[in-house]
């Protein structure tokens, strides 16, 4: 009984699977539609052809089960599952063809040449003179005529040629260069008139040139010459970087700080003229000039640094250098005195040589016009020292030998416009 009944319950499970089987490849068949292979036709007796079967309908498909009565199976359109998403035009970078990216700056892309040249217009101020009184109305003791501890400012003029020698396995280019500084004139007059002059020079009173006297003044001048010659070493741009634009792939360079050092020789001459007079008012006949002129001739060797902040087209930064000198220093003097009585002319000289010591430091900007050529500006101060300047020589107790007084420590700014070009 038992084994009857394992066998039905067997028997109904085959049965039932062999039925759902067969409901599964209907409903395929339905979905797939009639076969119009060549196998079907010549099954149906139909003409065997050469055609090859039509392709299944593109696209996926899904069952529809919520709707009785129709098909449970569709295509289902390619739009209806995937939409396409809008373009954004400005996102879309420009096709460059086969060319290299736009280049905005390189490390390769300035200072790039054999040659360069930098001019500058120099506006220059002579300060820090020591003040010297000449001399005082006796019948006032307040009109006094004495020299400025500053000469105001003289135009001049800065030159540079430079060549590259090359560029070294750190990316520095190595240049010799030669820098003119100069052509910068002071002049400077001035005059008192009164009753009773007399100088704060000659508290003797032996020099009746210039006691009792009606007028007194003085002309001064003086000029400032610079040469250099130094050996330079120039930090570069390091590798460009590509930066993606709205316009597609450009090519531009890292700004960074570009340090340098120059080391050199250098000639700095500074040579004045001063002219002190006196005269008298009629029917008085003394009167006095003491002419004097100085030269200073400095050799010395000098080192330098500066330090740029480098952009793609511009650059800011600071420069300073100084160095030890030798000065030979000279003074010439000649006083002539007209009294009732004739005067010794006074004409004598000396020479000195010692150290002196010279230091600048400028402030510049550049802005590149164009690749090789580039607008700058410039603030600089100088400082000398111990060197002879004419007003300070100015002396009416005689000494034997004559003597040189290099006291003279003029300090110097200035401002300079000009134009950097490389070729």
């Known amino acids: ?25 209907a409903i395929a068949q339905e979905a797939a539609g009639p076969d119009d292979s060549p196998a079907a036709q010549s099954m149906e007796g139909q003409p065997d052809t050469d055609q090859p079967p039509e392709a ?37 970078p420009q096709d460059q063809g086969d060319g290299p990216a736009p280049t905005c700056g390189s490390g390769s892309w300035l200072n790039r040449g054999r040659w360069y040249v930098q001019e500058d217009l120099v506006y220059f101020s002579d ?16 009109i006094t005529l004495s020299t400025s501890g500053s000469l105001g400012f003289a135009p001049g003029t800065r030159f540079t040629l430079g060549h590259y020698l090359g560029r070294d396995y750190l990316n520095r280019d190595e240049s010799i260069e030669f820098t003119f500084f100069g052509l910068n004139r002071w002049s400077q007059q001035r005059g008192v008139d009164a009753g009773l002059l007399v100088t704060k020079l000659d508290p003797a009173f032996n020099n009746p040139g210039f006691i009792d006297t009606s007028t007194q003044g003085y002309s001064y001048e003086s000029d400032f010459n610079s040469y250099e010659l130094n050996l330079r070493l120039n930090r570069r741009l390091g ?24 080391v050199g020789l250098r000639v700095v001459t500074v040579n004045e ?19 004097v002129h100085t030269h200073n001739n400095m050799l010395g060797f000098q080192m330098g640094t500066d330090w740029f902040y480098q952009d793609c087209g511009w650059r800011v930064g600071a420069q300073a250098k100084a160095g030890p000198y030798v000065n030979f220093a000279n003074q010439e003097s ?5 009294d ?3 005067i010794p002319t006074r004409d004598e000289s000396a020479n000195r040589s010692g150290l002196a010591f010279l230091g ?3 402030l510049m900007a550049a802005y590149q016009i164009r690749r090789n050529i580039a607008l700058r500006a410039s603030y600089d101060i100088m400082f000398i020292n111990n060197i002879a300047l004419a007003p300070e020589q100015v002396s009416f107790v005689v000494t034997d030998p004559p003597i040189v007084h290099p006291g003279g420590q003029p300090f110097y700014e200035a401002v300079s416009i000009g134009l950097e070009i490389v070729w």
């Open 273 to 291: 003229t001063f002219d002190y007079f006196s005269l008298p008012t009629a029917p008085a006949v003394n009167s006095g000039n003491y002419l």
């Open 239 to 262: 590798r460009d970087r590509m930066e993606l634009t709205r316009d597609g792939w450009v090519r531009t360079c890292q700004p960074t700080g570009l340090p340098s050092f120059f």
């Open 340 to 342: 009732t009585t004739p």
């Open 334 to 338: 000649l006083v002539t005195q007209t």
């Open 360 to 362: 600048e430091v400028d």
């Open 127 to 142: 300060n820090n003179r020591k003040r010297v009184i000449l001399a005082t109305d006796l019948a006032t003791n307040k």
């Open 1 to 25: 009984m038992r084994k009857a009944l394992r066998g039905l319950l067997l028997l109904g499970i085959t049965f039932g699977l062999a039925c759902a089987l067969a409901s599964r490849a």
């Open 56 to 92: 299944p309908a593109e696209g996926p498909t899904t069952f529809d089960l919520l709707e009785p009565g129709r098909d449970h199976v569709r295509p289902v359109e390619p739009e209806s599952v995937l939409t396409p998403l809008p373009v954004v035009e400005d996102w879309i």
